[in-house]
């Protein structure tokens, strides 16, 4: 018994870590997320911070873009014994508004982006279900405040820097086991918050009118986590270590997100339509343990500081994108990306049940004059996956839902 107290803070991989989307989510900015995120490339409003900040510099006056993405995540999870169990109903929101100016400036432009960099979502599972000893809820939250700064050093070639500052806030709940000492389940609850700085880069050259190319770097950035773990409902054989029926501590847990390379293609074969090309390297392999600190530890009970190994890859997401201007005031957009999943077999759990995923995305773009409506809907479509670990065997089933819209407003 006291083994598996010690243990109920050992699996818990989805705490701290962010959702597998990453940068490649699309709830960044519409017009991008209509074009599958394929947009390193384009860059051409001011969301652009998120992706290739060196876009900024095709953007004359002053502009300010912001709205929100609507996600709804469910997952079925089928034991090997065929039970079967499946998320509760959740929509998450996250946000981004970006500001950009030129200052009356030829060449030089500045930014200021807010938007959820490693995404907020989450999952909520029963507490009397079969995954309750793994995850009864998990959710994260991240905002990224980045300060751009932007170029063009030629007619064919800017540059851009930013500066990122984030905030995540993440919260698990999960149910212990305790038959084996005579009592019914007990509680763990873990809530942290931190913050972390990094930086990120883009190029983007245009040779000519048809084509441009992206290249952009987003930084890792190391989050310090400090909150605090509960521990509620300890059976009676048990407190006498704990010092009663709840215990309470503060801990640390350093996390370090993945940095980003992506390179992108755009091109133009007619004045109406744009296709473009986005191949990205998330090095997920930052995320190869979780070490969890204790302020109060309990040596008797085995409850005391852990090094959790969690053994991410690197990855590779492929994005495809389309943009075709029915009129000056229309535009129609598609976009595909494969996402593949940094997550191992043995490490996998319900927290966090990734999988390689296929996204369709569809988006509709109105110009106003000097305003600014875009809108999209993503399918994400997760390929299944069985798994056989030590954690909890089985097979898992997931989709999301993004739908979502940007208003953008232009001052001259």
């Not at 051409?44 to 911070?49: E, K, N, T, V």
């Not at 987003?218 to 704990?242: C, T, W, Y």
């Not at 190869?288 to 109060?296: I, M, R």
Request: charged letters at 20%.
């Amino acid at each position: 018994m006291l083994k598996r107290w010690a243990c109920v803070i050992s699996a818990l991989s989805f705490f701290l870590m962010p959702q597998t989307g990453f940068a490649g989510i699309p709830v960044q900015g519409a017009k991008s997320s209509g074009m599958g995120t394929a947009f390193a490339a384009v860059a051409d409003d001011p969301s652009a911070m998120a992706v290739n900040p060196a876009g900024l510099t095709q953007i004359r006056g002053t502009y300010i873009y912001g709205g929100t993405t609507f996600l709804i995540t469910s997952t079925t999870f089928t034991s090997p014994s065929g039970q079967s169990e499946e998320t509760e109903f959740q929509v998450f929101f996250p946000p981004h508004l970006y500001i950009s100016s030129d200052f009356n400036t030829k060449d030089l432009r500045l930014g200021l982006g807010i938007f959820s960099s490693f995404g907020i979502g989450g999952r909520k599972w029963d507490e009397t279900g079969i995954t309750r000893y793994i995850s009864t809820e998990s959710s994260i939250a991240t905002i990224n405040v980045n300060p751009t700064i932007a170029y063009r050093l030629s007619p064919s070639l800017s540059v851009g820097l930013g500066v990122d500052y984030m905030l995540s806030l993440n919260q698990v709940e999960r149910m212990v086991d305790q038959s084996a000492a005579g009592a019914g389940d007990g509680e763990f609850r873990m809530k942290g918050f931190g913050d972390g700085w990094g930086f990120n880069v883009g190029i983007l050259f245009a040779p000519e009118d048809k084509w441009s190319f992206g290249l952009a770097y987003r930084s890792k950035i190391k989050v310090d986590h400090r909150g605090e773990m509960e521990l509620k409902n300890i059976a009676p054989a048990l407190q006498p270590l704990f010092g009663g029926a709840a215990f309470k501590t503060d801990f640390r847990a350093p996390m370090t997100a993945p940095d980003i390379i992506t390179f992108g293609i755009a091109y133009r074969p007619q004045k109406k339509l744009t296709l473009a090309l986005d191949l990205e390297r998330v090095r997920c392999s930052s995320l190869d343990n979780w070490d969890l600190n204790l302020e109060k530890e309990i040596p008797d009970a085995n409850f005391t500081d852990i090094s959790v190994p969690l053994d991410w890859k690197d990855v590779w997401w492929i994005k495809l994108g389309m943009d075709y201007k029915l009129s000056e005031k229309l535009s129609l957009r598609g976009g595909y990306a494969f996402i593949e999943s940094p997550v191992p077999d043995h490490t996998l759990d319900p927290s966090c049940p990734d999988s390689d995923q296929h996204n369709f995305s569809i988006g509709l773009g109105i110009n106003r004059g000097s305003m600014i409506f875009d809108f999209f809907y993503t399918a994400d479509f997760y390929v299944n996956r069985s798994v056989n670990n030590d954690i909890l065997s089985g097979k898992y089933e997931n989709f999301t839902h993004f739908a979502g819209f940007s208003i953008g407003r232009k001052f001259r």
